[in-house]
């Protein structure tokens, strides 16, 4: 699998940003797609989740309302709309593969990186 995420850059706090995820190697039928973040000194953390058959949607609570997740079922593409952007979600972004049964994800991607300025 191989997950090929794009999109990121700096910005100033209040904008938007789209990052989005291309995803290749296999078939994601009963597969999670998901984003996650790791800013600097920190632990990575998950930032929001889709299912890629149905479309059911997981956020982190500091994201709920401000982000939102979607897949391109056609291009095999996974999207992070990200608006009203603060200082503090500046981090680099992963986006990541599981298997529905696993609990943590199976494949990851390099990661793109978004700053946010105050």
């Known amino acids: 699998v191989q997950l090929q995420a794009s999109g990121g850059g700096l910005v100033q706090a209040g904008d938007s940003l789209r990052l989005s995820c291309a995803a290749s190697?296999?078939?994601?039928?009963?597969?999670?797609m998901g984003w996650f973040r790791q800013a600097p000194g920190k632990e990575r953390e998950f930032v929001a989740d889709?299912?890629?058959?149905?479309?059911?949607?997981n956020y982190a609570d500091s994201v709920k309302g401000r982000f939102t997740i979607s897949r391109d079922k056609a291009n095999n593409t996974v999207d992070l709309q990200m608006n009203t952007l603060e200082p503090e979600d500046t981090a680099r972004y992963y986006c990541?593969?599981?298997?529905?049964?696993?609990?943590?994800?199976?494949?990851w991607g390099q990661g793109t990186l978004v700053t946010v300025s105050s």
């Open positions: 990541a593969v599981r298997r529905s049964m696993s609990r943590q994800p199976n494949w």
């Open positions: 190697g296999r078939t994601f039928t009963n597969h999670v």
């Open positions: 889709i299912t890629w058959n149905l479309g059911s949607t």
